[in-house]
């Protein structure tokens, strides 16, 4: 599973490729912005350019974005995804794991209406019918319905998740508290596995 930072960077590449086809591949400087700008992210985060960078060369062995080195009159390297390849996922399962990625967990309508720049959905069944595909290869969720919405939400299963319940101001992300969320994140597991195994107490 991917870090928190890996899945905003992954998203992001995902999202700008579709949504600013001219501007792609990003720069270092776009992608970072990318990562921190306010609109269409939950939670709005703070991730500084040397972790983003760091970021870049742990995705790259992992097959999931390219370097594009300057050429034809560009002056630096550039940065492509090529995870919806690695993921096999076509434009409109990309289309819904990159707007995951970026604003967690989402009803269907959510995501259809979030989408509409990456890829046009005719209504909220092509939604789902995406969803249930991706919850049959292990990457996405059906989250139960929490008390006060009307609706159940999707959450995706590529990369860890920061909790948003009591979010108000930007997530400042470092090597360490990234490192924290994916221990938080694994330990969740390991507690609801354990409980699995667990018999019933009276």
């Known amino acids: 599973m991917l870090s928190v930072v890996e899945g905003r960077v992954i998203g992001c590449l995902l999202e700008k490729e579709r949504t600013v086809p001219d501007q792609y591949p990003l720069t270092l400087n776009a992608l970072v912005s990318a990562c921190n700008q306010s609109s269409s992210r939950e939670p709005v985060m703070q991730i500084a350019e040397h972790e983003v960078q760091s970021t870049l060369d742990g995705l790259k062995p992992q097959g999931l974005l390219r370097f594009v080195h300057p ?12 995870a919806d390849e690695a993921w096999q996922l076509d434009p409109p399962a990309a289309a819904v794991v990159a707007v995951l990625l970026l604003r967690g967990p989402q009803t269907a309508a959510e995501l ?45 299963l590529l990369a860890d998740e920061i909790e948003q319940s009591h979010i108000a101001a930007p997530v400042v992300v470092t090597p360490a508290n990234d490192r924290i969320a994916q221990l938080e994140a694994r330990v969740a597991r390991l507690e609801a596995a354990l409980a699995d195994l667990l018999p019933p107490t009276d």
């Open 112 to 156: 259809r209406s979030r989408c509409e720049r990456l890829h046009e959905f005719a209504s909220v069944d092509e939604v789902e019918a995406v969803l249930r595909e991706l919850a049959a290869d292990g990457r996405a969720q059906l989250l139960e319905r929490q008390y006060g919405q009307k609706e159940a939400r999707w959450q995706q």
């Open 71 to 82: 050429s034809h009159g560009r002056s630096v390297t550039r940065f492509r995804q090529v």
